[in-house]
């Protein structure tokens, strides 16, 4: 058989918990149109897949044609790409198993690929990022929850139901705070967004210290971070408490994993040194002795949407293609 319609653009799609970014990218991984919603706008995930159907129709239509595409890749917090479903996730609007890659599928008539935003954003480091050349390392995403994914001799370990990464939620403190999954003492309840701010309340309540930090409209990672820029002594307290917590997590992933480097992840990763520096110093006081100043703890150098949607166009290309348009 002879090939004469070589398809050669995919759609990306990354769904985080605040919004959805959706891209054309080609195969060569240059990312031809990109547009993004409010994922909140849609607290039905009906509406949600109907409201993204519509919007990635728009986008390819108007940038060559629906017959160019491929396939989908797509990418979410707590997804499985053994089931193609969103499974339990504490962080979006929509709760129990949503099949949403059979969802997508039934809509754009297009085969879709979709796995845990860990995951494919490791994809993405590795074709594009930090990883580029590596084949033993972990990503780390830290947001609003902490996922994580590790490449070993090249290959992405996803595990046997597709669950493999939830770094997030292993236990750090037992009998600690009570983290969004419902158990207590998750690693995401201390180094996630809401942890950091509980730790910044919890210092601040321990302390009569003056802290930049109860004059803040809105306390967030980034405004802790904005702190501890102007020499704030509390805040940076907050980032070292918090890297200490993330150092011993990663020190107990890289024991069992043994990773050539860590590459860190997603909003929280970009307070740099104030978390960089207690996070390394933290590592090196726990991991295994042999490991001590051998494994490289790095910050992703690509900006976060386009690293997810370059990761998802990566899982697109895997897929076996189908098509109801051929």
């Known amino acids: 058989m002879i090939g004469r319609n070589i398809k050669s653009k ?10 959805t970014t ?23 995930v009906n509406n949600f897949v109907a409201a993204l159907s519509e919007k990635i ?18 990418s979410s917090p707590s997804a499985s790409s053994v089931s193609g479903c969103i499974e339990n996730a504490a962080n979006l609007p929509w709760k129990g198993v949503i099949p949403m890659a059979a969802m997508l599928r039934d809509r754009l008539g297009l085969a879709v690929a979709l796995s845990n935003d860990a995951h494919v954003s490791a994809l993405g480091e590795y074709a594009f990022g930090s990883a580029h050349g590596m084949s033993n390392f972990i990503i780390v995403s830290l947001g609003v929850g902490i996922g994580s994914c590790f490449f070993s001799a090249g290959a992405e370990h996803r595990g046997h139901f597709g669950y493999a990464g939830e770094f997030g939620h ?3 403190a037992e009998g600690g705070r009570l983290c969004g999954c419902g158990h207590t003492g998750c690693l995401e309840a201390y180094v996630g967004a809401a942890g950091i701010i509980r730790t910044a309340k919890e210092l601040m309540d321990e302390s009569d210290k003056p802290t930049l930090m109860r004059d803040l409209e809105k306390l967030s990672p980034r405004t802790i971070k904005e ?16 890297g200490y917590m993330l150092g011993i997590g990663l020190a107990n992933y890289a024991s069992i994993v043994d990773p050539e480097a860590i590459i860190l992840t997603g909003g929280i990763s970009h307070a740099d040194h104030w978390l960089l520096e207690p996070v390394s110093e933290s590592f090196e006081d726990h991991v295994f002795g042999n490991m001590k100043g051998k494994v490289n703890i790095l910050l992703s150098k690509l900006d976060d949407r386009e690293r997810d949607v370059l990761g998802a166009s990566a ?3 895997s897929v076996p293609e189908y098509s109801l348009f051929k």
């Not at 390819?60 to 017959?67: F, L, P, S, W």
């Open 10 to 19: 995919v759609v990306g799609v990354d769904i985080s918990n605040e919004r």
């Open 22 to 44: 959706y891209a054309i990218v080609d195969i060569r991984g240059n990312i031809l149109a990109e547009d993004s919603f409010a994922t909140t706008d849609y607290l039905d």
């Open 57 to 74: 129709l728009t986008l390819v239509e108007a940038n060559g044609g629906y017959e160019k595409i491929r396939s989908i890749g797509l």
């Open 170 to 172: 292993t236990c750090i």
């Open 227 to 242: 702190c501890c820029d102007q020499g704030d002594e509390i805040a940076i307290e907050v980032y070292r408490r918090t």
């Open 315 to 317: 899982l697109a290309w």
